[in-house]
């Protein structure tokens, strides 16, 4: 893509970061036909290349306010990535996005309802705790989310209908030591929302990875990856996440030394695999983010790469695997859940549009309703097509985004552990 930025410009770090990746662009648009929301509203403005061209017209005019409509088409992009996996030019849309966002965030100008939301999710989502307590309000208010519209019943109809007690992992530094012979040591990122939501997913990894041999540390001071604020260009209170957890296992690497640093919120293992570039032009961080970038696995990648799990008989149970954008997309992992859940006995199909979001997307779900709505009935169809006994997916947001499929959904390492003599997920029990 033809740029026309002046040396003034390209002066400016962020600029020219932007232009060296505009200039890959060719145009070619098979971006588009794996774009979510292009293909929802057949808008190009909706797709990858109107929206590299929108961030190129606004970069370029940086001397005056972003529009509205680069913001607000910028602001219905998922950041599913599914454009990155298609394009063969390589061209870097993440991390463009990400210039294009922050552009629109520091000269432009949000309603003060959309301001107030996005902060009020900016601090508490990453604080389990809090989290948990809003989650608890907002199912007692759940039976009343068709009295309201919007964003405010999006959020109240996200609510779980059932919520568990706040997962215990992550409250304190912890050590869970691997019975019999240690093979691994690693460290497990407990994670924030999911702590609030579901803490059968870090009980069952940590029950498999231990009985497999594999020594697991939970760092207390990493309580969020950072990539939720990040997400809402909250870029202090994502910085601050992403020191806090990058600090906690520099100090486990530098102290007795781990082999890998576990994620099973492929959302969040997206976001550790970027600190590389997210904190590389912090002094302080920089080499110890790379550190962790390159120790970052998602569980099932760990598992698989070193061949932990050794195949198993028939269980007769079809098994629909639905791929999180930010795995499939974001990780490039697309074989290790698969090949994993075919070793240990399952059936695996997938749906069609496998390719495509389910909508959830971070709190896509609640700031983008009706798109996301729109991409999850589609999605729920698909998966109700395979007619699966159970469907499975590796990041929370797509569990929760997906509840109301036919079949029990649950997250892929809760299948694996019970497979390998752990705990019969309870969905399963429930229908
Ligand atoms: S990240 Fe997803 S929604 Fe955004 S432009 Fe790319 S494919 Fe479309
Ligand atoms: S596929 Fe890649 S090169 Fe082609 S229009 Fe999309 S982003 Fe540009």
């Known amino acids: 893509m033809q740029t026309r930025f002046t040396e003034d410009q390209l002066a400016n770090p962020l600029i020219s970061e932007a232009e060296a990746i505009l200039r890959k662009c060719v145009h070619c648009g098979f971006c588009t036909a794996t774009c979510p929301t292009f293909v929802l509203t057949g808008d190009e403005r909706d797709s990858p290349r109107g929206r590299i061209w929108m961030i190129r017209d606004m970069l370029e005019a940086d001397d005056q306010p972003p529009s509205q409509e680069?913001?607000?088409?910028?602001?219905?992009?998922?950041?599913?990535?599914?454009?990155?996996?298609?394009?063969p030019s390589g061209v870097d849309?993440?991390?463009?996005?990400?210039?294009?966002?922050?552009?629109?965030?520091?000269?432009?100008?949000?309603?003060?309802?959309?301001?107030?939301?996005?902060?009020?999710?900016?601090?508490?989502?990453p604080r389990a705790n809090l989290?948990?307590?809003?989650?608890?309000?907002?199912?007692?208010?759940?039976?009343?989310?068709?009295?309201?519209s919007g964003r405010l019943r999006a959020m109240l109809e996200l609510a779980p209908k059932s919520l568990s007690k706040l997962d215990p992992v992550g409250k304190v530094d912890a050590i869970y030591p691997a019975q019999d012979k240690k093979t691994y040591r690693v460290a497990l990122m407990a994670g924030c929302a999911q702590r609030a939501i579901d803490p059968d997913i870090n009980a069952a990894?940590?029950?498999?990875?231990?009985?497999?041999?594999?020594?697991?540390?939970?760092?207390?001071?990493?309580?969020?990856?950072?990539?939720l604020s990040h997400h809402i260009n909250d870029e202090a209170g994502a910085k601050d996440a992403m020191r806090a957890s990058v600090a906690a296992w520099a100090d486990e690497l530098e102290g007795e030394g781990i082999d890998a640093v576990i994620v099973n919120t492929s959302g969040c293992g997206t976001t550790i695999k970027d600190y590389v570039n997210l904190?590389?032009?912090?002094?302080?961080?920089?080499?110890?983010?790379?550190?962790?970038?390159?120790?970052?696995?998602?569980?099932?990648?760990?598992?698989?790469?070193?061949?932990?799990?050794?195949?198993?008989?028939?269980q007769n149970?079809?098994?629909?695997?639905?791929?999180?954008?930010?795995?499939?997309?974001?990780?490039?992992?697309?074989?290790?859940?698969?090949?994993?859940?075919?070793?240990?006995?399952?059936?695996?199909?997938?749906?069609?549009?496998?390719?495509?979001?389910?909508?959830?997307?971070?709190i896509y779900n609640v700031l983008q309703p009706?798109?996301?709505?729109?991409?999850?009935?589609?999605?729920?169809?698909?998966?109700?097509?395979?007619?699966?006994?159970?469907?499975?997916?590796?990041?929370?947001?797509?569990?929760?985004?997906?509840?109301?499929?036919?079949?029990?959904?649950?997250?892929?390492?809760q299948l694996l552990d019970w497979a390998y003599g752990g705990t019969k997920p309870k969905q399963l029990d429930a229908r």
């Open 93 to 125: 849309y993440m991390h463009l996005v990400d210039l294009g966002r922050h552009h629109i965030e520091e000269n432009g100008k949000r309603d003060l309802i959309d301001r107030g939301l996005r902060r009020l999710l900016g601090y508490l989502l």
């Open 131 to 148: 989290f948990h307590k809003a989650l608890i309000l907002a199912r007692l208010a759940r039976p009343f989310a068709g009295l309201v």
């Open 70 to 87: 680069v913001g607000y088409h910028l602001d219905r992009c998922l950041t599913c990535l599914s454009c990155m996996t298609t394009c």
């Open 317 to 362: 149970m079809i098994v629909t695997y639905h791929a999180a954008c930010s795995l499939q997309h974001g990780q490039k992992v697309l074989d290790a859940p698969k090949a994993l859940l075919t070793a240990a006995g399952f059936s695996v199909v997938t749906a069609k549009e496998s390719h495509l979001c389910c909508g959830s997307a971070g």
């Open 279 to 314: 904190l590389k032009d912090d002094a302080a961080y920089a080499s110890k983010a790379k550190a962790i970038s390159a120790l970052a696995k998602d569980i099932t990648e760990f598992l698989h790469d070193d061949q932990l799990c050794q195949p198993l008989a028939d």
């Open 370 to 413: 009706d798109l996301a709505s729109d991409l999850q009935k589609r999605k729920v169809a698909h998966i109700n097509a395979t007619k699966g006994d159970v469907v499975v997916a590796g990041n929370l947001g797509c569990i929760n985004q997906l509840a109301d499929v036919d079949a029990p959904i649950c997250h892929t390492i």
């Open 205 to 227: 990894t940590i029950s498999l990875l231990t009985r497999l041999g594999v020594e697991v540390v939970v760092k207390e001071k990493a309580y969020c990856c950072g990539a």
